[in-house]
């Protein structure tokens, strides 16, 4: 008994130290960023109390960059993204998996290129095709790249979902006389909700943190996501201690916020989905 | 037994069928083919032009791929970056991994308190924007700040410290670090799934059979993971082969000092777009690529027909 | 309501053939089951009349209206699933009118038809549940309640049962049979439960590898079973065979006898000539231990199962088989004895060496 205790100890000690690793670096820059420069200097490891609070970082960020277009930005990137990732995909995984007709394992196989090869390699050709349509510093142009990054992940979560689904439903549709379509969406799709946590979290995030195509596909700020927005924020304020711990405490600040919120849901859907 | 088409399908009407699967299958085939494969394959394409002063292409073969192993201007950076990128990888295999896979092992004891929590957090960095990760280490280990410095004057160890960001003999595996840092909660949350996939009567059984927990992970629950670990040993290689994020914001385009860092993410930015005096090359960028994206595909052909073959899976 | 006829119907898979020379012929309002080991098709043909999978070969009437190439839904027929098939993200209401939706059914004939449905199933106060707040019972009177709702002309059910635990199942076929009554509907009825089968059929089809291998009420199959797998199907202990050769024909009889038969008497026939092979069929409850009729044999007790009512003892018979007799009352044998066996000639059955029954004259 006594041995076991000891080794219950030993694995939480451990456990406490890595997770100390793990957040310290953050803590250590939310917390400064709300400090005066004085103190983030003086005392970095002491939290923000009376006299060394300021806001004065937040300010400067507010003021020198579009902080709220960038947001908005990203916003609209992400959300529009994966709306898109999660229909087509639904439609493509269950065409694939309940009609199989000549072709179809190809036509899998041919989208499952997606999962293992990154789009970031056509950069060149997206780019000249970007420009040639005239969809170049657009957020179409990221949001078409974006769900073509996206599809073969989700096709391929979600075709496993859906072969998990009893087969008598959709036969029980037919009976009923529901038209294919009508069983895709209002049989089958209302039944891919907790598959949807897991796709949502393989698309959401590599799409908000991207930084390479707004680098290479948006120029102005009226079309820069936040993570460029922020990069090239730190990069003109590079000494401007204040700003900077205020500019990354806002983009950590929300996803944080986003992934407390909804860690429950999303660690099962990463831990379900990495069964296969 | 294949399963048979529906009555229903097969009954259905040749221009009906079709219709139904333009519907469901086109939007998802068109955008992906569109701007993801197609991309590729032009970028592929791409690599055998070249481009005059007047911006007008004429074909070349193999001729950038030649310059760009041969020619000393583009050799020696491409091999830098190269060699610099299996270093990064190797750090990610030595370390990430290992330490993903013996977190994940301390999470999965039964009956521990708290694995919830602890898993929220471990994984936090993961969830975060490489460029943030990189900015927040950049500043938490700069001299100017101290406080790295001053955490390791506490336990002792404040001669250990040293600007290794800036220093051309540690850039490369310092970031390598971090991004070990950020991403370790990849390999410990796939793991992690697979050891929940362990029925709990074996583990009951070995425990019967007088094992204890260390090695019931060692001998019973890593041999069933293996799987999950080549999975995430090609997930790493194909991750790190394409990184760009962390050292662009870092390190900038240039990848300091003196290129020390630079791996074939950020020489492909660089030979692609240009950067101070050196002019954008989008041919020698399409061959970087392409050479990039022949790398990839080793890698995943080699997982695919070699790794994944020789492991077994266990159907429980 | 309507009939429903099958005409030579087959259905193969490749080179697999799974159905072959089906014929079938169903009155209308009779209740049909279709029994027979797993694998022998009989959930493939329910599929078949219900239009979710295509014959290969012949055709499928309902009334007078011919169905192949007809969608489900427009052969008026509605089909109960082995799993139930309840929409999950549906309340009990919306699972029971969604297919209606589609058929063109009124809203007020929808509610007027759900709540006659309800009511017969004691639905009421479950309509506005979700699924997954049911028990398996209450989920499959719900499955049943929307096959009500479409007013098919032919019912199809799959293995309704097979997902409810014991008790329930013996409810529930209950109230499958007390449905039948109250609705006079025409049901086709897949299981591969012989005592389901049994008590809820007028008549069952006994389906072995593809093939009907006899139509008949539940008793006549009991009775006369028509071939050696029907009689090793129908009856629970399986009935016992006796491989076994007529000896000589004597005074109009026969007499049969075999390694594992002390006698056995039956008036002689075409079919039973001088040296022909037949096979013996006894059922274990018509064994009766020391009492020999007109068939005897013998055989050493080597376990007794006892059940309360009765018991069962498994005999070591002199051809080192293994044979079944039921035991009634109170007094059991016990392992090592040594029993005569005897049976009525009304009680045996005989086939021949083709596996048919051989009729045998017992009056």
């Not at chain 3, 499958?176 to 389901?196: F, G, N, P, S, W």
């Not at chain 3, 071939?227 to 202990?237: C, D, Q, R, T, Y």
Request: with cysteine.
């Amino acid at each position: 008994m006594l041995k076991q205790r000891a080794q219950s100890v030993g694995v939480h000690v451990i456990l406490i130290a890595y997770s100390l690793l793990a957040v310290g670096p953050i803590l250590l820059v939310v917390m400064n960023s709300f400090k005066a420069r004085r103190a983030i200097f003086g005392a970095p490891l002491a939290p923000p109390n009376p006299t060394s609070f300021s806001l004065v970082g937040y300010a400067k960020v507010f003021n020198a960059s579009h902080v709220g277009t960038y947001f908005t930005n990203s916003l609209i990137v992400t959300l529009v993204s994966m709306g898109l990732v999660l229909l087509f995909g639904a439609m493509a995984a269950w065409a694939l998996t309940e009609y199989r007709f000549r072709g179809s394992t190809a036509l899998a196989l041919f989208l499952s290129i997606g999962i293992m090869v990154p789009i970031r390699l056509g950069s060149v050709a997206i780019l000249r095709m970007m420009r040639e349509a005239g969809l170049n510093d657009t957020l179409t142009a990221l949001i078409l790249v974006y769900v073509a990054q996206g599809l073969p992940l989700a096709i391929f979560i979600l075709s496993e979902f859906i072969q998990q689904i009893p087969k008598d439903l959709r036969d029980a549709a037919r009976c009923d006389g529901v038209p294919e379509t009508r069983i895709f969406f209002e049989v089958i799709a209302p039944l891919l909700r907790p598959a949807i946590a897991t796709v949502a979290i393989f698309t959401i995030v590599p799409i908000w943190n991207d930084l390479w195509f707004p680098l290479i596909l948006t120029s102005s700020d009226t079309t820069h996501t936040i993570t460029l927005g922020v990069q090239q924020f730190l990069g003109e304020y590079i000494t401007d201690w204040n700003s900077v711990l205020a500019a990354l405490s806002m983009a950590i600040l929300p996803i944080v916020a986003i992934y407390v919120i909804f860690s429950r849901q999303l660690i099962a859907g990463l831990t379900a989905g990495a069964v296969k | 037994m294949a399963e048979q088409l529906s009555q229903v399908v097969a009954s259905m009407p040749r221009g009906r069928f079709l219709a139904l699967m333009a519907l469901f299958l086109g939007p998802a085939v068109a955008i992906y083919t569109l701007f993801s494969i197609y991309p590729l394959i032009a970028t592929i394409s791409l690599s055998t032009y070249t481009t005059d002063n007047a911006g007008a292409y004429s074909f070349v073969g193999l001729a950038n791929f030649v310059t760009l192993l041969t020619d000393a201007v583009w050799s020696k950076p491409f091999w830098n970056a190269a060699l610099n990128n299996l270093i990064f990888f190797a750090v990610h295999m030595a370390v990430q991994n290992p330490i993903g896979i013996a977190l994940a092992g301390l999470l999965s004891l039964s009956g521990l308190k708290l694995k919830g929590l602890y898993r929220t957090i471990i994984f936090l960095p993961t969830m975060l924007s490489v460029v943030i990760v990189g900015f927040s280490w950049n500043l938490i280990l700069s001299p100017l700040w101290g406080v790295s410095e001053g955490a390791l004057k506490t336990v002792g160890l404040g001669s250990w410290f040293a600007p290794w960001l800036g220093l051309s003999s540690t850039a490369l595996v310092t970031l390598a670090l971090i991004s070990v840092w950020q991403f370790v909660g990849i390999p410990m949350m796939l793991i992690y799934a697979a050891l929940l996939n362990i029925p709990e009567e074996l583990i009951d059984a070995a425990r019967v059979d007088g094992l204890g927990d260390f090695r019931i992970f060692w001998y019973i629950k890593l041999p069933l993971v293996l799987p999950t670990i080549g999975l995430i040993s090609i997930l790493t290689f194909v991750g790190n082969f394409n990184a760009f994020d962390l050292i662009y914001s870092v390190k900038g385009a240039l990848a300091g000092p003196n290129f020390s860092a630079d791996i074939l993410g950020t020489f492909f930015y660089r030979t692609f777009f240009g950067f101070q005096l050196q002019l954008g090359n989008p041919t020698m960028g399409a061959a970087v690529a392409t050479v990039m994206f022949f790398i990839i595909l080793v890698g995943v052909c080699l997982y695919l027909f070699v790794v994944q073959r020789r492991l077994r899976r266990y159907a429980f | 309501m309507a009939t429903l006829s099958i005409k030579n119907l087959a259905k193969h898979y490749g080179e697999t053939r799974v159905l072959s020379g089906i014929e079938l012929a169903v009155e209308d309002g009779e209740f049909v089951v279709l029994v027979g080991p797993s694998g022998c098709g009989k959930s493939t043909l329910l599929r078949m009349i219900a239009g979710l999978d295509a014959p290969t070969l012949g055709d499928i009437s309902i009334g007078d209206r011919m169905v192949n190439g007809l969608a489900p839904a427009e052969r008026k027929i509605a089909m109960v699933f082995q799993s139930y098939a309840l929409y999950p993200h549906m309340n009990v209401r919306k699972n029971m009118t969604f297919g209606l939706k589609f058929t063109g059914v009124e809203r007020q004939e929808m509610d007027r038809r759900v709540a006659e449905a309800a009511r017969m199933l004691q639905l009421e106060p479950l309509l506005e549940r979700q699924p997954r707040d049911l028990s398996g019972g209450q989920r499959q009177r719900v499955a049943i309640g929307r096959a009500i709702v479409r007013e098919p002309d032919v019912f199809l059910f799959d293995e309704p049962l097979s997902n409810l635990d014991a008790a329930l199942r013996v409810s529930t076929r209950v109230e499958i049979a007390r449905l039948h009554r109250l609705l006079r509907a025409t049901m086709i009825y897949v299981t591969h439960d012989q005592i389901e089968a049994m008590t809820l059929a007028d008549r069952i089809v006994v389906m072995n590898q593809g093939r009907i291998e006899q139509v008949g009420k539940p008793l006549d199959l009991y009775y006369t079973p028509a071939n050696l797998f029907v009689a090793g199907f129908i009856g629970s202990p399986a009935m016992n065979f006796f491989k076994s050769k007529v000896e000589r024909i004597a005074d109009g009889r026969a007499h049969i006898a075999g390694p594992a038969v002390e006698t056995f008497v039956a008036p002689a026939s075409a079919a039973l000539g001088q040296g022909a092979s037949v096979t013996i069929g006894v059922r274990p409850e018509h064994l009766d231990i020391g009492a020999p009729g007109a068939f005897a044999a013998k055989g050493t007790v080597e376990l007794v199962e006892r059940l309360g009512e009765s018991s069962f003892a498994y005999i070591r018979r002199a051809d080192e088989q293994m044979m079944v007799a039921e035991v009634r009352g109170r007094q059991t044998p016990s392992a090592g004895d040594t029993l005569s066996l005897g049976a009525d000639l009304a009680d045996v059955h005989l086939f021949d060496e083709a596996g048919r029954r051989i009729e045998v004259a017992t009056a």
